[in-house]
Every structure is written in structure tokens, then in C-alpha cells.
């Protein structure tokens, strides 16, 4: 089992920056991959970036190219995804979710965290 919890969310104005921490505990001797993904009031949860083991393979949204940032720390078991320029669009709740299975193009995760909440106001 691995457990995760989000952190760093919160509120900012349009235009602003925050940066989101993923601290991964228990199992972790795995190769995980590892993702963010968002979920905003009546709507489904969508992809929003996925970073493999080593760091070297990455994927985003096409809605977030350019803007947001996702890296990792193994050694801290941590990742991040550091978001600029944000939108009132991009309010929701983030999720991290990690995966022993599969490539960064793989949607599929098998553990999830709790969330944090990111409100950007206009």
C-alpha cells in the first residue's frame, strides 16, 4: 500500500502561482509513476500531468501546457507540480495518484490522495 497526501493548495488571483506537494508514504520502494489530476464542482475528475520513476518521461493536459510544471524528489518520496498563470478555470480539487503499472500515457492509478482544494479568483 502507498499512501498519499496532497498539500499547498489554496487560494490566489488570476494570474498567480502556487505550487502543489504529493509526499508519498509506506511501500515506496516501488518504481511508482505518479499524476495529478483535478476534479471542479459538477464536473468529472480530469488528467492533468503524469511524471514517470526516473522524471525523464512527462505528460500534460493540453490545458495546462506551458503553465504548470510537474517534477519529483524520489529521495523525499515527494512530487510537485508547480502552476503558473493560473485561471479561474483551473479551480478545483487536485488529486495525486500513483502507479506501479503502466507508462505516463496510462490514466489508470491505483492509489489516490485525499485532495487539496485550489481556488483562483478573478
Known amino acids: 500500500q502507498v499512501q498519499l497526501v496532497e498539500s499547498g493548495g489554496g487560494l490566489v488571483q488570476a494570474g498567480g502561482s502556487l505550487r502543489l506537494s504529493c509526499a508519498a508514504s509506506g511501500r515506496t520502494g516501488s518504481s511508482y509513476r505518479m499524476g495529478w489530476f483535478r476534479q471542479a464542482p459538477g464536473k468529472e475528475r480530469e488528467f492533468v500531468a503524469a511524471?514517470?520513476?526516473?522524471?525523464?518521461?512527462?505528460d500534460y493536459a493540453n490545458s495546462v501546457k506551458g503553465r504548470f510544471t510537474i517534477s519529483r524528489d524520489n529521495a523525499k518520496n515527494t512530487m510537485y507540480l508547480q502552476m503558473n498563470s493560473l485561471k479561474p478555470e483551473d479551480t478545483a480539487v487536485y488529486y495525486c495518484a500513483a502507479s506501479a503499472r503502466g507508462s505516463v500515457f496510462n490514466l489508470e492509478y491505483d492509489y489516490w490522495g485525499q485532495g487539496t482544494q485550489v481556488t483562483v479568483s478573478s
Open positions: 511524471i514517470s520513476w526516473s522524471g525523464v518521461s512527462t
